[in-house]
């Protein structure tokens, strides 16, 4: 540790100024040391039947306009939202497609990009007709309902826990490819290909690399965790890019998050599950703090994409899932803890920064950061433990600082503190309270 004499340090925040004294540096960041490619986004997935059956009746165009409206004040950056071909057959409900389109175009007035991922309806079978018609499909959404935020495509949720092969697999992004390029919309697409689960992913992966080189502009993966087993998150991350980093570099791709959250006692039956004392695992503060976990261990291994499951409580298809941070509409789409620690990440942060290195460690204390191109700087700091945590960072650059927090109250909401500034040497102390995470940033946030 290095040690820093007669240094005015300040607690963003959280503590009172601090009188001269010598400090050490427990954290350092280095804001030119950049991690990975550059952000697309940290969000949530969508579901697409907000506005049909099964769940139109309970969703209603009067109380829809409260979850549109929450939906654009959380301002996810980046979203996944399922689709199926079947949706555009002339047999089928329109209001299925429809739906499709208004959720879309919410994601779009919530200032979000669009990874529109073919969830399933593929099989394996009948490759060139699929592929060709899920470009048919992207043309009429680009030109006929000007839906220009859908700039990402995956092929197949999951396909290694699918009976599809990987030469399968392989075939369909290469005759989609070809497809967009028939109806010069390619450029304007990137194709991610994966949202693989952890089950036998390096055939698959190295499938990518070697004959979807050319293809694919990013891979991605799913993570789910139970919710006594952090060391999951780590484990998880980690194993995709052990994997990754044994491929040749001019083949390696920007990694996405594309799916994860956690999950409680009683799961599968109960979807998420619940916690020890009773309570369904998203009305605690124990889910969104191991979401940030997940958040900031992505970013650390330079993901490039984070999208929680997910964003309200409706119908999938047929089954109610309780896994979002907005409630059920019947109930008045009320917001969950995690609804406010997603939304400290997107108001502190923009697409296209990047992380950067934060040198340093403690057990139950996480930290990362991101830079933008001028200058700007965000913080992150996750306190895991039932306890006050206090810890000094240098490398800071000059200037106003500001804070967010999220629970320090123990309220798992959302407070902003008073402004600070950092020490000429570069150096604060900062104090973050209990199972809180709070955000330092140097620059203007999204209101």
């Known amino acids: ?20 004294r010598p400090l050490e540096v427990e954290y350092l960041l280095k804001p030119d040391r950049t991690i990975g490619p550059p952000l697309v986004g940290i969000g949530v997935q969508m579901n697409p039947w907000l506005y049909c059956a099964p769940n139109w009746g309970d969703v209603n165009d009067t109380n829809v306009k409260d979850v549109e409206r ?15 071909l079947k949706w555009w057959d002339a047999d089928m409900d329109p209001k299925v497609r429809e739906s499709f389109v208004r959720v879309c175009r919410l994601a779009a007035r919530s200032g979000a990009s669009i990874n529109a991922t073919l969830w399933r309806g593929w099989g394996g079978k009948n490759t060139p007709a699929v592929a060709k018609r899920m470009a048919e499909v992207l043309q009429e959404l680009l ?16 396909p290694n826990s699918t009976k599809i092969t990987t030469e399968q697999y392989v075939e369909l992004y290469r005759q989609f490819d070809e497809a967009l390029r028939a109806r010069n919309i390619r450029d304007h697409f990137e194709i991610v290909g994966g949202d ?7 055939p698959w992966f190295n499938a990518m690399a070697n004959h979807l080189n050319d293809v694919c502009d990013g891979w991605s993966v799913h993570m789910y965790w139970e919710y006594w087993d952090t060391d999951h998150i780590y484990n998880r991350l980690n194993s995709a890019r052990l994997i990754i980093d044994k491929i040749a570099p001019d083949r390696r ?65 047929r089954s109610l899932m309780r896994t979002g941070v907005i409630g059920e509409p019947k109930d008045g789409w009320p917001l969950k803890p995690g609804y406010d620690l997603l939304r400290l990440f997107t108001q502190t942060t923009r697409p296209h920064w990047q992380a950067v290195d934060v040198q340093g460690s403690r057990s139950q204390l996480r930290l990362a950061a991101l ?26 650059p000059r200037g106003d600082w500001s804070a967010q927090s999220w629970n320090e109250r123990g309220d798992g909401k959302m407070s902003a503190v008073a402004p600070a500034f950092v020490a000429p040497s570069g150096l604060a102390e900062v104090k973050v309270a209990p199972m809180s995470f709070t955000a330092l940033f140097n620059h203007a946030v999204r209101k």
């Not at 693989?196 to 390096?202: A, K, P, S, T, W």
Request: hydrophobic letters at 45%; glycine letters at 8%; a negative charge.
């Open 371 to 396: 830079r933008g191109a001028n200058g700007e700087i965000t913080l992150f700091a996750l306190n895991c433990s039932d306890k006050p945590q206090t810890f000094t960072i240098g490398g800071l």
């Open 196 to 202: 693989l689960l952890g089950i036998d992913q390096e």
């Open 143 to 158: 030109t006929k309902d000007d839906l220009q935020a859908i700039r990402y495509i995956t092929l197949q949720n999951e």
């Open 253 to 317: 791709k920007p990694m996405h998050l594309t799916e994860f959250g956690v999950r409680g006692l009683g799961f599968p039956k109960e979807r998420p599950g619940h916690f020890v004392d009773g309570r369904p695992m998203l009305d605690t503060t124990v889910h969104p703090v191991e979401c940030a976990m997940a958040i900031l261990e992505a970013m650390n291994m330079g993901y490039v994409s984070m999208l929680q499951w997910d964003a309200y409580d409706i119908r999938y298809d």
């Open 1 to 20: 540790m290095r040690c820093i004499g007669c240094v005015l340090a300040v607690a963003i925040g959280f503590t009172t100024a601090i009188a001269a």
């Open 70 to 84: 929450k939906m654009i004040d959380l301002a996810p950056q980046h979203v996944r939202i399922f689709l199926e």
